[in-house]
Nanobody
């Protein structure tokens, strides 16, 4: 059974950095599309970034406009992990961050939809103080 586990959240001051990690097991990691989403209190779950599997060892990375230039993903297929390096954090980045996985093909558009992912981690809290 495919499982996804996030780690690395915490409290940081505005302008600081955090790295989130996502570990997946139960399926060949190199064949999966992975995504990061976040949900603030009272709000919907929003797209953050995706490492979409194109085929072979080719992946397409996309980021939400709100995090472009500040957040960077790195994928390590040998370790079955996807990291999200978050720099220049802002208070509005405060949310529970979720890692998601899909074994289905998806387009660049559908990769940003939470409903495109069947497997989710439990979430990790990121709090950015003023």
């Amino acid at each position: 059974q495919l499982q996804v586990v996030e780690s690395g959240g915490g409290l940081v001051q505005a302008g600081g950095s955090l790295t989130l990690s996502c570990a997946a097991s139960g399926h060949r990691f190199s064949d999966m599309s992975m995504g990061w989403f976040r949900q603030a209190p009272g709000k919907e779950r929003d797209f953050v970034a995706t490492a979409r599997w194109i085929g072979g060892t080719v992946y397409s990375a996309d980021y939400a406009d709100s995090v472009k230039g500040r957040f960077t993903m790195s994928r390590d297929n040998a370790k079955n992990t996807l990291n999200l390096q978050m720099n220049s954090l802002k208070p509005e980045d405060t949310a529970v961050y979720y890692c998601a996985a899909s074994t289905s093909t998806m387009t660049r558009t559908t990769a940003s939809y939470p409903g495109s992912y069947a497997y989710w981690g439990q979430g990790t809290q990121v709090t950015v103080s003023f």
